[in-house]
């Protein structure tokens, strides 16, 4: 045996892979530079913060980045594809080989077209874990 070692997968063995999954995962990995520089500007060197859902204080390693109603994710990525004219099966990615769980989007100008969109409309805030994923 040589050490190595791969991600393993039973909904891949058995042929269930979710497109739709892996295209919103390499949206969000284009922007995450986005969402952990608000994560730190955010935090500043606090261990807690204030939680703007549940007004309760909210411990930092309970804090998760949230795009604000009403450009949460989903809507910011739908209207990306509609501006782009394309549907999100449209999309390709790449990425998640060996050793990897990331997906990028294969496009590296509509990565950055995406990049720039986020950065104008997502409207980014701190919000404690139980809040976000109360949202999913």
């Not at 204080?57 to 739908?78: G, I, R």
């Amino acid at each position: 045996v040589d050490g190595t070692s791969t991600d393993f997968s039973y909904m891949k063995c058995l042929g269930i892979k979710n497109a739709r999954t892996d295209i919103l995962k390499a949206f969000r990995y284009c922007v995450a530079d986005q969402v952990l520089r608000v994560r730190n500007e955010e935090l500043a060197g606090r261990s807690e913060f204030l939680c703007p859902v549940d007004l309760v204080v909210v411990s930092a390693c309970d804090a998760h980045v949230d795009h604000e109603a009403p450009n949460t994710f989903q809507s910011l990525v739908e209207r990306f594809l509609l501006m782009e004219k394309l549907d999100l099966i449209d999309v390709h990615v790449t990425g998640g080989g060996d050793g990897s769980m990331e997906k990028w989007l294969a496009d590296k100008l509509l990565a950055q077209r995406w990049s720039d969109f986020h950065q104008q409309y997502a409207k980014l805030r701190l919000i404690s874990r139980a809040a976000n994923l109360r949202q999913r």
